[in-house]
């Protein structure tokens, strides 16, 4: 039996069900949003985490999840990320943490990423027109599987090129993730 992770941080979720999940899978406090109505006393309280522990945000691969990630992201800076490719997320047509595996949750937790403001942009709007991340006809499909390998979600062009400079993709991890999907052509896997 494998022992349970314990995280530090505390984890930003949406709602009751996937603070269910997350305890199914990792041994973790969560401050639950209740839904995409964020109040000024669960921002209060997501301060206060990020002073005392760190927050991770782990909500789900959704508009109003993305939504909320950016509302507390703004608020709170410094916060980590987790995200959660929404094959893994859906269950009978609902989409949410709440219907991950805990080796899903596992996995997102175990490759967090750290929001950084300061530098230069690592990656240019230029390289992602170069690269066909924008305005090329499986631009969505190449944002999805270079999201996943790299640990940032999915994301329009526009928010997938913010998250490359803001979560510190690295050039080496760049390299690494085009290369594993030359290696991979796309057959459904990342």
């Known amino acids: 039996m494998n022992p349970i992770l314990k995280i530090k941080e505390v984890i930003v979720v949406e709602?009751?069900?996937?603070?269910?999940?997350?305890?199914?899978?990792?041994?973790?406090?969560?401050?639950?949003?209740?839904?995409?109505a964020v109040s000024e006393t669960f921002l209060r309280q997501v301060e206060r985490a990020q002073k005392e522990r760190g927050v991770i945000i782990f909500?789900?691969?959704?508009?109003?999840?993305?939504?909320?990630?950016k509302i507390v992201a703004q608020r709170v800076p410094g916060c980590k990320h987790a995200f959660l490719p929404k094959e893994e997320a859906i269950a009978n047509g609902d989409l949410g943490i709440e219907n991950a595996s805990p080796e899903s949750i596992?996995?997102?937790?175990e490759t967090v990423r750290t929001e950084w403001a300061g530098g230069d942009e690592q990656f240019?709007?230029?390289?992602?027109?170069?690269h066909g991340l924008n305005g090329a006809p499986n631009s969505a499909e190449l944002r999805d599987r270079l999201g996943r390998l790299l640990g940032i979600g999915y994301g329009n062009?526009?928010?997938?090129?913010?998250?490359?400079?803001m979560l510190g993709v690295t050039r080496e991890e760049w390299e690494?993730?085009?290369?594993?999907?030359?290696?991979?052509?796309?057959?459904?896997?990342?």
């Open 15 to 36: 709602g009751l069900h996937d603070k269910d999940a997350i305890d199914r899978a990792v041994k973790a406090d969560c401050l639950i949003s209740g839904g995409s």
């Open 59 to 69: 909500t789900d691969p959704d508009y109003p999840g993305e939504r909320i990630r």
């Open 157 to 165: 062009a526009k928010t997938f090129w913010k998250r490359l400079n």
């Open 106 to 109: 596992r996995r997102a937790l």
């Open 124 to 130: 240019s709007w230029a390289e992602m027109v170069e």
């Open 176 to 190: 690494w993730a085009w290369r594993q999907m030359e290696q991979k052509p796309n057959d459904g896997s990342p």
